[in-house]
């Protein structure tokens, strides 16, 4: 059964980093895009960066300049360093790919979802 499993959250400070990552657990193929989204309580869920095979990225305006993702395909996992950290960043982290466990598609998987604290 493939499953993507999350490490790294925590507490921290303000102005403090974390770095999460997120890795493909199960038999794959290859993986196509991967993301990490949050969600605050009492708020949606919201994209926070997302990278492709070739390593475009794309970001939310509220982490630009403070989070990096990053990922190695050959081990299928995706990184999100985050630095600068802010109390409204504060939520659960979910990590998201696109996988292809078959030739001929591409399925959705969402992880189980990080914490992630920021508080002094």
């Known amino acids: 059964q493939v499953q993507l499993v999350e490490s790294g959250g925590g507490l921290v400070q303000p102005g403090g980093s974390l770095r999460l990552s997120c890795t493909v657990s199960?038999?794959?193929?290859?993986?196509?895009?991967m993301a990490w989204y949050r969600q605050a309580p009492g708020k949606q869920r919201t994209l926070v960066a997302s990278?492709?095979?070739?390593?475009?990225?794309n970001y939310a305006d509220s982490v630009k300049g403070r989070f990096t993702i990053s990922r190695d395909n050959a081990k299928n996992t995706v990184y999100l360093q985050m630095n600068s950290l802010k109390p409204e960043d504060t939520a659960v982290y979910y990590c998201?790919?696109?996988?292809?466990?078959?030739?001929?598609?591409?399925?959705?998987?969402w992880g189980q979802g990080t914490q992630v604290t920021v508080s002094s």
């Open positions: 998201n790919a696109d996988l292809r466990v078959v030739p001929d598609r591409l399925n959705n998987y």
């Open positions: 199960g038999s794959v193929l290859n993986s196509n895009t």
């Open positions: 990278i492709t095979v070739s390593g475009r990225s």
